[in-house]
């Protein structure tokens, strides 16, 4: 079974400029995930779909960051501007979202973001 | 929002010796699932093990067992026969009502040969 796939794995940028991340999920995975993770900190939900609607962006920093989930599969996560601060490791993870052990979510590789 | 703590930032343990890594949680949910994750340095996070807070019983993977006192709030992992793969980064979460998981700020794990 292939698991999560996210690319890029790594990306540097300057402050103020533009970045896109994208996710594959497991396939039938109907729940995903974007997490922010800062260095020494554990992961932050930014945003959580269910199939292709968003269950849950209270975290998300709306004014320069937005994701889509298209078709209910892959999904992209965009910054616009960033900022110094943004620098950190962005997950994405899956889960099958149904069933007793439907809540275990999957990690992809993540993406290390550097703003300069 | 529920907040999960994890007191210990680092622990070490001698290989084939057995580590408890600590967490606490605050909530006032009474149906809760609880989590550790394990984020070695590739930074793939898999899953250790799980406990439904409705389960009294402690939940058991291999060499990895929980200590879930549910009273206390507390979800402590014991790792057993500890081998250098073990090495990682670890983390308790924590699943509510609201679906959101709340990561601790994790326990970096060091087996020494």
């Known amino acids: 079974e292939a698991g999560v796939a996210q690319s890029p794995r790594y990306k540097i940028i300057e402050k103020r400029q533009s970045v896109a991340f994208w996710c594959n999920p497991i396939?039938?995975?109907?729940?995903l995930y974007w997490y922010q993770q800062i260095l020494g900190q554990g992961p932050k939900l930014l945003i959580q779909f269910q199939n292709n609607g968003v269950v849950d962006d209270s975290q998300l920093p709306k004014d320069r960051f937005s994701a889509e989930r298209l078709k209910g599969v892959d999904s992209t996560l965009k910054i616009q501007p960033a900022k110094l601060e943004d620098s950190a490791v962005y997950l994405c993870a899956s889960s099958l979202g149904v069933g007793v052990t439907g809540n275990e979510q999957f990690f992809g590789p993540g993406t290390r973001l550097t703003v300069l | 929002a529920q907040t999960v703590t994890q007191s210990q930032p680092e622990m070490s343990v001698q290989e084939a010796e057995t580590v408890t890594l600590s967490c606490t949680y605050d909530?006032?949910?009474?149906?809760?699932?609880l989590f550790w994750y394990k984020q070695p340095p590739s930074r793939q996070m898999i899953l250790v093990i799980r406990?439904?807070?409705?389960?009294?019983q402690n939940a058991t993977e291999n060499r990895f067992s929980v200590n879930f006192q549910k009273a206390a709030k507390s979800f402590s992992l014991k790792i057993s026969d500890s081998q250098l793969g073990d090495a990682a980064m670890y983390f308790c979460a924590y699943l509510g009502a609201g679906n959101q998981f709340y990561f601790g700020t994790g326990t970096s794990l060091t087996v020494i040969p």
């Open positions: 406990q439904e807070a409705y389960k009294q």
């Open positions: 396939s039938g995975h109907a729940t």
């Open positions: 909530t006032s949910e009474s149906d809760y699932y």
